[in-house]
């Protein structure tokens, strides 16, 4: 029986990953949580790979604006504890899947960026996530996967769908900015495909490398809250464009998110769905539409 190991367990990421490895009978999962794995631990690590053919890292620093006066702590997770992940994984002939992001591009292309475009990030999450991407290249040439995500939401944590759903309860108008572009992703789609990339990893399907694991199409944060509005029958003209200069952030952010998805069809898998149909899926889901009824 196949052993998987997911990281960062108790995340909105986590929670999904768990949610669709646990309906596949033939596989057995282990679920470590932060307080139950330290990931920048290496002895640690190397306990919990142990035994494991797969192991999906799922954890994470996610405080984009805290690393930019954190960034040595944020490495410490994002990158050198990916590195303890790698050799552990190494060591036991284990496949490593380590999710990453947008932000280790400098965005601001004008069409979507490759997997094999050069990196430039930003800000000091940008470069701490791809301190661990560059741990999975260097040391799991063969064996390691990472899968580049952005703009996540999902029902089990903070994120911009679940603000906008409870800010349509509290204000009569919103201002949300138009001028960034990229591709909103059900973090519950996500994680299918990511069980489905670790499953060709497994049986020689998926060559190792880079993925971008984001919804097709591409959109700005004003016209996904317009989108998340009408699908909830509110009138999406509360909604109002601003600029990103209005609303200030300690991180510089990326004005181009958007991703492209070629490498997906050498593994035998289709690109996720388009934004549109995976956000109407996502707020019609039994699993999501409880956390994130409007008030």
């Not at 009978?25 to 139950?36: G, H, N, Q, S, Y």
């Not at 996500?190 to 399907?205: H, K, N, S, Y």
């Not at 190792?208 to 700005?220: N, V």
Request: hydrophobic share 40%; charged share 20%.
């Amino acid at each position: 029986m196949t052993r998987v190991l997911v990281t960062g367990a108790g995340g909105m990421l986590g929670r999904d990953l768990l949610a669709v490895l646990r309906q596949q009978p033939d596989l057995k999962v282990t679920a470590a949580r932060r307080a139950e794995l330290d990931i920048t631990d290496p002895a640690a690590v190397n306990a919990a790979v142990t035994g494991h053919d797969l192991v999906i890292n799922a954890a994470a620093w996610t405080d984009v604006d805290g690393a930019e006066t954190q960034e040595a702590a944020a490495t410490a997770v994002n990158g050198t504890a990916v590195a303890h992940l790698a050799r552990a994984c190494a060591t036991e002939d284990a496949r490593l899947i380590q999710v990453s992001t947008d932000y280790v591009f400098a965005g601001n292309a004008t069409s979507p960026y490759p997997e094999d475009a050069p990196t430039a990030p930003v800000n000091a999450y940008g470069r701490s996530k791809l301190v661990g991407e560059e741990a999975v290249r260097d040391l799991l040439p063969e064996t390691g996967y990472v899968v580049r995500t952005a703009w996540l939401y999902g029902a089990h944590g903070p994120n911009f769908v679940a603000t906008m759903l409870r800010l349509a309860g509290e204000r009569e108008h919103l201002a949300v900015v138009d001028d960034q572009h990229g591709q909103p992703t059900w973090s519950y789609a996500l994680a299918g495909r990511l069980v489905e990339l670790g499953t060709a990893a497994l049986t020689g399907r998926a060559a190792p490398g880079i993925y971008h694991g984001t919804a097709s199409g591409q959109t700005t944060w004003y016209r996904l809250a317009q989108a998340v509005f009408s699908r909830r029958g509110l009138d999406p003209d509360r909604v109002h464009p601003t600029t990103s200069d209005r609303y200030p952030r300690p991180a510089r952010r990326p004005t181009y998110s958007v991703l492209s998805h070629d490498r997906w069809a050498a593994a035998g898998l289709a690109p996720l769905p388009d934004w549109h149909t995976t956000l109407t899926h996502a707020l019609s889901a039994a699993d999501v539409s409880a956390p994130w009824k409007a008030s």
